[in-house]
C-alpha cells in the first residue's frame, strides 16, 4: 500500500499528551480563517485556534455543559447534533470545519463527513486508531475491549459506537470521492510518526491520527 501523505514538518508545542491532536490541528489553521469545531467540547480547541491564529470561530456542541462552559470563555458556541443539525449550516460557510475525536461517536460517521466538507472548503478530522497494537492485544491476548489513554471509557459507558482504524477511515475518505490533503498519526509519546512510513505501521503503532480533507 502507498505511504500516507504527512503534513510539512512543524513544531508541536508542549500539550496535555491525551489532546495533542489540538496542538497538531492548530498547525495545520491558516491564521484568520472562518473555523467550525464540531463537538468542541469546553471549547479548548476554539480558544487555542483563536488565540494563535487569530480565526473567526463557531462552535456546535451536544451537551448543555460543554454549551455552557464555551459560553463561560466568550465563544460563540450553539447546542446541536452532529448527526442531525450539520443539514442546516449552507455550502462553503467555513474555511476549516473541524471533527476532534468525535467523529467514533455519531450515528451516522459517512453523512457527517460529506457534511463537514460541504459546509467546509478543507475537513479537520482527528481519531483514535482502533487498530493500535496495544487495542489488538488487549483483544487477542485478553479477549476484553480495551481502556486507553485516547479510549479511556469502559465498554459499557463509551459513547463511542463506530470504532475505527486509520485503514478504516482511509477506505472512508476513497468511498465518498475526498481528497486526503495532508494526514499525520501520533504515537503514545504524542509525536508525529515517519512521514514516509506505510500505513500499515500507522495503523499499527498510531495512537491517533489526524487528516485535512477536502473535496476532489
Not at 491564529?53 to 448543555?64: A, H, K, M, N, T
Not at 475537513?123 to 486508531?129: E, G, H, K, L, R
Given at each position: 500500500?502507498?505511504?500516507?501523505?504527512?503534513?510539512?514538518?512543524?513544531?508541536?508545542?508542549?500539550?496535555?499528551?491525551?489532546?495533542?491532536?489540538?496542538?497538531?490541528?492548530?498547525?495545520?489553521?491558516?491564521?484568520?480563517?472562518?473555523?467550525?469545531?464540531?463537538?468542541?467540547?469546553?471549547?479548548?480547541?476554539?480558544?487555542?485556534?483563536?488565540?494563535?491564529?487569530?480565526?473567526?470561530?463557531?462552535?456546535?456542541?451536544?451537551?448543555?455543559?460543554?454549551?455552557?462552559?464555551?459560553?463561560?470563555?466568550?465563544?460563540?458556541?450553539?447546542?446541536?447534533?452532529?448527526?442531525?443539525?450539520?443539514?442546516?449550516?449552507?455550502?462553503?460557510?467555513?474555511?476549516?470545519?473541524i471533527l476532534s475525536q468525535t467523529i467514533q461517536a455519531t450515528r451516522n460517521p459517512k453523512l457527517v463527513l460529506q457534511d463537514l466538507l460541504r459546509i467546509g472548503r478543507r475537513?479537520?478530522?482527528?481519531?483514535?486508531?482502533f487498530g493500535h497494537w496495544s487495542i489488538r492485544l488487549s483483544l487477542g491476548l485478553y479477549g476484553r475491549m480495551p481502556v486507553t489513554r485516547n479510549l479511556s471509557q469502559s465498554?459499557?459507558?463509551?459513547?463511542?459506537?463506530?470504532?475505527?482504524?486509520?485503514?478504516?477511515?482511509?477506505?472512508?475518505?476513497?468511498?465518498?470521492?475526498?481528497?486526503?490533503?495532508?494526514?499525520?498519526?501520533?504515537?503514545?509519546?504524542?509525536?508525529?510518526?515517519?512521514?514516509?512510513?506505510?500505513?500499515?505501521?500507522?495503523?499499527?503503532?498510531?495512537?491517533?491520527?489526524?487528516?485535512?480533507?477536502?473535496?476532489?
Open positions: 500500500m502507498d505511504a500516507p501523505l504527512a503534513t510539512s514538518e512543524t513544531v508541536v508545542t508542549a500539550a496535555p499528551a491525551s489532546r495533542i491532536d489540538f496542538e497538531v490541528i492548530a498547525s495545520l489553521v491558516r491564521p484568520g480563517s472562518r473555523v467550525l469545531d464540531v463537538g468542541c467540547g469546553d471549547g479548548s480547541l476554539l480558544q487555542i485556534l483563536q488565540t494563535r491564529r487569530q480565526v473567526d470561530g463557531r462552535g456546535i456542541e451536544l451537551s448543555q455543559a460543554g454549551v455552557n462552559e464555551c459560553v463561560a470563555k466568550g465563544l460563540s458556541v450553539i447546542q446541536g447534533d452532529a448527526d442531525r443539525d450539520l443539514v442546516h449550516y449552507p455550502d462553503d460557510a467555513f474555511d476549516y470545519v475537513a479537520i478530522v482527528s481519531f483514535p486508531n465498554w459499557y459507558e463509551t459513547p463511542n459506537i463506530h470504532f475505527c482504524t486509520i485503514r478504516d477511515f482511509d477506505g472512508l475518505v476513497k468511498e465518498i470521492g475526498a481528497k486526503v490533503e495532508t494526514a499525520t498519526a501520533l504515537d503514545a509519546t504524542g509525536q508525529q510518526m515517519g512521514m514516509r512510513m506505510p500505513w500499515a505501521f500507522w495503523n499499527l503503532f498510531g495512537e491517533q491520527a489526524v487528516f485535512v480533507l477536502s473535496r476532489s
